[in-house]
């Protein structure tokens, strides 16, 4: 993560349960409800929590806070080897996110969230002109963050290329398929793309998938944002995996 703060209550809290490191945790005089459950964490880590004022929260994080900043390590990334390894060790075949040039960074902490409760196992991110983790993520992800494994890579076109030779499907999400997605058979080893929020995929990343499916529209609005349409398909893998 390029900042080291943890911000709001859900994120601080899974941080705390992940045991990870932290220095110190600020938290708004008055605050109540569940402070107390992340001072008794924070007590039992021996990690020192220092009651301020709501202006040096403000000064530390210039969004919503709700109480409270953690000072902590940064998160590291994962590698593509250790996504796999995880799906390999679950005896899962491997269910993974490839986001193409996602630039919001709301979008990517609720796309964590929902890559969390819907049993993937890694999120790939390219390495330039793409959203990375930051404290928006963090706390968008209501924590997600702390168990989702994260990986970047350089080239995304040679990374599907590399995930279709270990026989991954490689499924891109587009408005423009002919396929829905209910249609697909989404079962099995399976790379799920999602693209840019307003250009969507680019063209070598087009060319790298297997199949392209679309969420159908019937109302005035063509498009789903970012994080609801991947949290759609998310959900579909999900069911043809498990039911």
Do not use: W
Request: aromatic share 6%; hydrophobic share 45%.
């Amino acid at each position: 993560m390029e900042e080291n703060l943890i911000v709001g209550r859900n994120a601080v809290t899974e941080a705390l349960k992940a045991g990870r490191t932290i220095s110190k945790i600020f938290i708004a005089q008055g605050s109540e409800g569940s402070i107390k459950k992340i001072l008794a964490l924070a007590n039992e880590a021996g990690i020192f929590c220092e009651f301020t004022n709501s202006a040096k929260l403000d000064k530390l994080f210039s969004g919503r806070h709700q109480g409270v900043i953690a000072i902590a390590a940064p998160v590291a990334y994962s590698t593509l080897e250790e996504i796999l390894a995880l799906a390999e060790s679950k005896k899962q075949p491997p269910f993974i996110i490839l986001l193409d040039e996602l630039e919001d960074p709301q979008n990517f902490g609720a796309i964590l969230r929902t890559a969390d409760a819907a049993g993937v196992h890694g999120v790939i991110i390219p390495k330039r002109r793409s959203v990375s983790l930051n404290s928006t993520v963090a706390k968008i992800s209501a924590g997600a963050v702390e168990y989702v494994k994260v990986a970047q890579v350089v080239n995304v076109a040679q990374t599907l290329e590399k995930l279709r030779e270990m026989n991954l499907m490689v499924v891109g999400s587009s408005m423009d398929a002919e396929k829905n997605f209910y249609d697909a058979d989404l079962t099995g080893g399976i790379v799920l793309v999602i693209g840019n929020e307003g250009k969507g995929m680019r063209r070598l990343t087009r060319e790298n998938c297997d199949v392209l499916i679309k969420i159908p529209m019937a109302g005035k609005i063509n498009s789903l944002n970012a994080s609801a349409a991947a949290a759609v398909l998310m959900y579909e893998i999900f069911r043809q995996r498990n039911f």
